[in-house]
């Protein structure tokens, strides 16, 4: 493990505790982004539990070609390169990680913490962080980018386009070392029986947290609009929504998934 100031590395191993073996964690000061450094570094035969964490990111990046934001001191980023196991199903995966970000939080004792189909930590209406996975040395291995705002910034609402809320927002002011650990911690966890078991045994739990269960939603991609009741996600993480035609699954692909509102 390595780093630079600014980063309690000595802290973030005492929190680890065995598990740090797991992990090699590289805090750098800045880069592009913690993924495009990690695809770079996968490249270069990246070992599976390469961590890099970033204080700023001058191109971060988050679904459909979205910017991510990220402040010094305000904002946790960082990326874990994962060498998924040989012919792994990776259907649900993003929903998974999900799901350990939430757990790892509410460890922390951080309430009110919600999913949104398929990779967005929610709180109270608003967006608390997000996820990113990207595929690595021809497939071999994923990068899993995770982004959580840490507290308040005052840019971030007029620059996202939408609403945002940190985890200082939940009364809660947490050392950005001690969020790491709590995820880190649960990635290994939940990667593990992934790995061995799929989706299935994680659904319950993804659809308990599910900020949109039961709403009027809007799913659109670049060429259609849908509209329906949100009704979970089912044994591979598909969204299913309850339409005038009936229940329709969907993949994520390229979709976006809104609440609807009465007027377009």
């Not at 309690?8 to 929190?15: Q, R």
């Not at 992934?194 to 994680?202: A, Q, V």
């Not at 009027?216 to 949100?230: M, W, Y």
Request: hydrophobic share 40%; charged share 25%.
């Amino acid at each position: 493990m390595s780093s630079a100031p600014g980063f309690d590395y000595p802290a973030l191993l005492g929190l680890l505790g065995a598990t740090a073996a797991r992990f090699d964690v590289d805090h750098l000061p800045e880069c592009d982004s913690t993924n495009s450094e990690l695809l770079r570094r996968a490249a270069n035969g990246g070992p599976s539990g390469l961590v890099v964490i970033c204080d700023r990111q001058h191109a971060g990046r988050g679904r459909r070609g979205r910017h991510w934001l990220s402040a010094p001191g305000d904002s946790l980023t960082f990326s874990l390169l994962w060498r998924r196991p040989e012919r792994q199903d990776l259907s649900g995966l993003s929903l998974v990680v999900g799901l350990a970000v939430a757990q790892a939080l509410e460890a922390l004792e951080v309430t009110g913490i919600g999913l949104k189909w398929p990779n967005d930590i929610w709180r109270e209406n608003a967006k608390l962080g997000g996820i990113l996975i990207e595929t690595a040395s021809g497939g071999e291995s994923l990068v899993i980018g995770i982004g959580l705002n840490l507290r308040e910034n005052p840019g971030w609402t007029h620059d996202a386009g939408r609403a945002v809320t940190s985890i200082e927002a939940s009364g809660h002011l947490i050392a950005r070392e001690a969020v790491l650990a709590s995820v880190l911690l649960r990635l290994a966890a939940t990667l593990d029986q992934f790995s061995m078991l799929g989706f299935p045994p994680f659904r319950e739990d993804w659809n308990r947290r599910d900020a949109f269960a039961g709403k009027p939603v809007e799913l659109s991609g670049d060429r259609e609009r849908i509209e329906g009741i949100c009704r979970g996600v089912g044994d591979e993480g598909a969204l299913r929504l309850e339409t005038a035609s009936g229940l329709i699954s969907f993949n994520a692909g390229d979709l976006s998934l809104r609440i609807r509102t009465e007027t377009h």
